[in-house]
T-cell receptor
Framework: KAGVTQTPRYLIKTRGQQVTLSCSPISGHRSVSWYQQTPGQGLQFLFEYFSETQRNKGNFPGRFSGRQFSNSRSEMNVSTLELGDSALYLC????????????FGSGTRLTVV | GQQVMQIPQYQHVQEGEDFTTYCNSSTTLSNIQWYKQRPGGHPVFLIQLVKSGEVKKQKRLTFQFGEAKKNSSLHITATQTTDVGTYFCAGLDAGGTSYGKLTFGQGTILTVHP
């Protein structure tokens, strides 16, 4: 059973640019969540999608957005990149109810210069 | 908003010693989950606790959920070098609208000296 796949693994972008990260969940999983991990702030929730609908959103500025497609694949976009956006972005999938653990992908390491 | 505090931040042990990390939530939780992240890796799901006072064991690991569903602990007996990593607790708020929104503790970084 394939795990959660995130692409790309590494990205280097310049301040002001935008970036799109991709996540393919485990087959059959309908919920996809995104997290930002930094040494200072730890793991912080960005948003969660289920059946193409955003069900929950964290406390991030509007520059962070996401979407989910009908095949449950998800993308997140960050516009007008800032140096502070440098982080490991993790995607996690689950069947979609509250009582399952989440399977994380290996993440995308974004560096903003 | 919901906060999850985890202590200690660091723990250094000799191989064979026991290890415990504690989590405390500012709000009542629907459930609490534990994850392990190896250096350079991603969080890997260990277990989920749902019921008040629940205790679960996985080999040398023992997980507890408090009676008030606001605190939890992970205890490792006789640590091994393979236990090295960061252990995170993550809570789902009991408010009913917390879909996918795990609130993570800051994690406990465990190092094991052989």
């Amino acid at each position: 059973k394939a795990g959660v796949t995130q692409t790309p693994r590494y990205l280097i972008k310049t301040r002001g640019q935008q970036v799109t990260l991709s996540c393919s969940p485990i087959s059959g999983h309908r919920s996809v969540s995104w997290y930002q991990q930094t040494p200072g702030q730890g793991l912080q929730f960005l948003f969660e999608y289920f059946s193409e609908t955003q069900r929950n959103k964290g406390n991030f500025p509007g520059r962070f957005s996401g979407r989910q497609f009908s095949n449950s694949r998800s993308e997140m976009n960050v516009s007008t990149l800032e140096l502070g956006d440098s982080a490991l972005y993790l995607c996690a999938s689950s069947p979609g109810t509250a009582h399952y653990g989440y399977t994380f992908g290996s993440g995308t390491r974004l560096t903003v210069v | 908003g919901q906060q999850v505090m985890q202590i200690p931040q660091y723990q250094h042990v000799q191989e064979g010693e026991d290890f415990t990390t504690y989590c405390n939530s500012s709000t009542t939780l629907s459930n609490i989950q534990w994850y392990k992240q190896r250096p350079g890796g991603h969080p890997v799901f260990l277990i989920q606790l749902v019921k008040s006072g629940e205790v679960k064991k996985q080999k040398r690991l023992t997980f507890q959920f408090g009676e008030a569903k606001k605190n939890s602990s992970l205890h490792i007996t006789a640590t091994q070098t393979t236990d090295v990593g960061t252990y995170f607790c993550a809570g789902l708020d009991a408010g009913g609208t917390s879909y996918g929104k795990l609130t993570f503790g800051q994690g406990t970084i465990l190092t094991v000296h052989p």
